[in-house]
């Protein structure tokens, strides 16, 4: 019996025959599709999700012809940061990491963004932000990206001036959980169009809102709103990542552009964020470490699908460390890596990762 090699969602290693692929596979699918509302994949895509997997090769690879663009959060920090942070610890600066993807990796397209990766501790030293970015574009040719977290709950006590909702709800304290997530938006995204107006006075191309809604419905909305002021005032590319596959509803009665915010699953995050005028969407779809990973990227490639066929602007999935099918490790299985790849370009039709 052919045995194929590959992973649970937490990186362990495992061994699935052939009918055991499929069934993960099904069963992955049919998960996304029940929560969502959306269509499973077909037979002949689990067929295909298949072959992918059951390839001997280590890494694979799309198709002659399919290969997409890539954006990337992060960029440099990988290399220089700790691996603690899940980087590899080379002794480089930021401008020369971002020039080591470029001129040595290929990459497509880099990032300026500060280490701590959040807007919030950014905004105070905008200037040393905008003197990076203003060099690495006078170093590079492919276009640069400023990225950055909204992190809504670095505004929250301890961390910051405003009331927890994660203290206030407890207590059935709902109205006031509500008043400090709307005050810590309000201050969120005024903070957002701070960095954003400062890198775009510089020269940056683009900007990527990334890990958006991590903290509910309220910190997507302060971000659609940045998102929509940004595009009326710069010509910044406007990237907008997303934290996971459905936005939570702390706050629960927030809507743009005539949509309530909670609920939403990502072939109806994109349509919010079109109207709010954003260039590329990326999808979010969470890895359960407890399935296999074949079930995890039947999953986000359902998911994606849906998003892919609803969006009239490019998506670039997420493909990372727990997310898009990808285990949740520190250091990555090629052979999951690679393949979550493909699959998200070849069935769930993203226009890039």
Known sequence: MTSIRTCMGDGHRVELSLDELRRDLLAGSEDAARRAKIPPLDD???????DIFAYPGRIAGV???NEVVLTKDGCANTLYGSQVSSGVGVPLAREQGIRVFERALGFDTMEVGHPDYSFKPAKPLIALEQLTMEQAQLDCVIPLFYGAMPNMGLYFRPDGPFANPADLLPDGRI???????????????DDMLYVAHGIADVGADGIDFDTTASAGDAEFLATLEAVGELAATTDLAIEVGMATELVLGFHGELSYAGTRLAGLWPHQQVAV????????????????TSRSSPWNVARACTFVKACSLAATIPVHANVGMGVGGVPTAEVQPSNVVTRAGVALVEIGRADGL
């Open 63 to 65: 198709q002659p012809g």
């Open 273 to 288: 964020v079109e109207a709010a005028g954003a260039h590329i969407f990326g999808p979010a779809v969470t890895t359960n």
């Open 44 to 50: 002949t895509e689990i067929e295909w999700l298949a």
């Open 175 to 189: 109205e006031e959980a509500r008043t400090t997530q709307l005050e810590a938006a309000a201050r969120l995204r």
